[in-house]
């Protein structure tokens, strides 16, 4: 018992103790932060790109689809095993045309903007059929997701502010045909639909009803060749989408892939097949083995993950999780290592009492625990209170980052730098154990040398000069 008492009143008499404390504090708070964050940006990722392109891409290596009618039935022949229906994992699939394009607009509304005539912006056309695509991927939620940034009926084009009100949400009235604009009271447009990314339409300064015209050429082109043809299409927009990734929202733009087949001239059926999982995040294990039943086929299929198609962002992530990881345990370990040294200092100071105990009859593993225990209660109490602050920080980052922003007038995460329009974080229950754990055992084991050294005195020499 009196080792515990000894640890409780060395800790209280000892006010620098709490410096050691709250620095294991900003240790663990900032691993938990960090971690949380990058986390996040995974987790945040992997849904937007679940939520657009769906779980697998799947091509015919070697075939062109070009001139493969065909194509989209080919592959879903070879998917029959695996689908939903069967037992397996694939819940549903989608054909896709996906072309690079220009979009270019003159249309512009009287006085906005005055400064601006022509725009345009490249920018990844996808000839998408709205009823498979509603299987695959949320299409409906990312077109509700403009809910709560167009304007409403009746309101005025500009707030109290100044700030422009965009009329860019499609109301699910219209959504039986998302690709048709009709105006109230009017009859449909004549001319094809298109849906585009929220930032997009926001750079562009296109809003629903307005035209724009889509610059490519036909994907069989010679790019050798000396003269060169574009097409052109003239689209209405119908609509915005938003899926809160800034590369996704600034870059694409979908319409129908019947529309889009006419327009390439495109003989086959299309030039992709997305795929919608039952469990997302088994993509890897599901794409191994699709392959692993096309062996020796005379058409290879080609699977590909969101790692896949975006490699060097996926390994990116793992590196700076990594490398962030790293830098915030060091910090852990200077702190810790305080620790010791304070151990250290505490055992000198109190040398006479180490003694006084000895001669009492106190074992050395006594000396030794009561030593430990205090190191440990240091740790504890610096584990928890970092515990409670990562929790917290991580919690309310975006409130603390948007108040740093008016404190310095400045934005400190742009969407067009970060992809985001907010620092994404996701508290991971076990991660945060993880932490605790080390943080704490950490301390113990640096208590562990001072704790011997005091043990290892003589009670004579102790008391010698007292």
């Known amino acids: 018992m009196y080792r515990l008492s000894l640890a409780f009143r060395y800790l209280r008499r000892r006010k620098i103790a709490y410096v050691s404390v709250v620095?294991?504090?900003?240790?663990?708070?900032?691993?938990?932060?960090?971690?949380?964050?990058?986390?996040?940006?995974?987790?945040?990722?992997?849904?937007?790109?679940?939520?657009?392109?769906?779980?697998?891409?799947?091509?015919?290596?070697?075939?062109?689809?070009?001139?493969?009618?065909?194509?989209?039935?080919?592959?879903?022949?070879?998917?029959?095993?695996?689908?939903?229906?069967?037992?397996?994992?694939?819940v549903a699939a989608s054909p896709r045309l996906v072309q690079p394009a220009m979009l270019s607009t003159r249309d512009r509304e009287i006085g906005w903007p005055p400064e601006i005539d022509l725009r345009q912006d490249f920018i990844t056309l996808i000839g998408i059929d709205a009823a498979t695509e509603r299987r695959v991927t949320p299409l409906d939620e990312l077109l509700d997701a403009m809910r709560d940034r167009s304007r409403k009926p009746g309101e005025a084009r500009f707030d109290a502010a100044g700030s422009y009100r965009w009329d860019q949400y499609l109301p699910p009235s219209a959504r039986d045909d998302i690709f048709r604009y009709q105006p109230e009271d009017l009859p449909p447009s004549s001319q094809p639909g298109i849906i585009l990314g929220s930032q997009l339409a926001h750079s562009l300064y296109?809003?629903?009803?307005?035209?724009?015209?889509?610059?490519?050429?036909?994907?069989?082109?010679?790019?050798?060749?000396?003269?060169?043809?574009?097409?052109?299409?003239?689209f209405v927009v119908t609509g915005c989408f938003e899926s809160g990734r800034y590369e996704y929202d600034k870059h694409l733009a979908f319409c129908d892939i019947r529309v889009l087949r006419d327009f390439l001239g495109w003989r086959g059926g299309c030039s992709e097949v997305r795929l919608s999982l039952k469990d997302p995040g088994r993509a890897r294990e599901v794409k191994?083995?699709?392959?692993?039943?096309?062996?020796?086929?005379?058409?290879?299929?080609?699977?590909?993950?969101?790692?896949?198609?975006?490699?060097?962002?996926?390994?990116?992530?793992?590196?700076?999780r990594l490398a962030m990881w790293l830098v915030t345990a060091f910090v852990v370990i200077v702190a810790g290592v305080s620790i010791g040294g304070l151990l250290y200092m505490v055992v000198l100071e109190k040398t006479r009492d180490i003694g006084i105990l000895q001669s009492m009859g106190a074992t050395s593993g006594g000396i030794v625990q009561t030593f430990i225990l205090y190191g440990g209660l240091l740790g504890l109490l610096g584990t928890l209170l970092g515990v409670w602050l990562g929790i917290y920080v991580s919690e309310h980052l975006n409130d603390i980052i948007k108040w740093l922003e008016r404190v310095l007038d400045r934005p400190l995460f742009p969407p067009d730098v970060y992809e985001f329009g907010s620092l994404p974080s996701h508290l991971d229950g076990g991660m945060i154990v993880s932490y605790a754990c080390f943080t704490?055992?950490?301390?113990?084991?640096?208590?562990?040398?001072?704790?011997?050294?005091?043990?290892?005195?003589?009670?004579?020499?102790?008391l010698a000069y007292e």
Request: net charge negative; charged share 25%.
């Open 288 to 320: 191994e083995a699709i392959l692993a039943s096309n062996r020796g086929a005379d058409e290879w299929l080609e699977v590909l993950t969101w790692e896949d198609q975006m490699r060097t962002l996926a390994q990116a992530l793992e590196f700076e």
């Open 206 to 234: 296109l809003q629903r009803g307005m035209r724009a015209t889509i610059i490519t050429v036909s994907p069989d082109t010679d790019p050798s060749a000396a003269d060169i043809e574009p097409l052109q299409q003239r």
């Open 23 to 90: 620095a294991i504090a900003v240790g663990v708070m900032a691993m938990i932060v960090v971690n949380s964050v990058m986390e996040g940006f995974q987790r945040r990722i992997k849904d937007s790109i679940f939520r657009v392109d769906g779980s697998l891409k799947v091509q015919i290596r070697d075939l062109d689809p070009i001139d493969t009618p065909d194509y989209e039935q080919r592959i879903l022949a070879r998917l029959a095993p695996f689908m939903a229906s069967r037992g397996g994992e694939i």
């Open 440 to 462: 704490f055992g950490w301390c113990l084991l640096v208590s562990i040398l001072p704790a011997f050294f005091a043990s290892r005195l003589d009670p004579l020499k102790c």
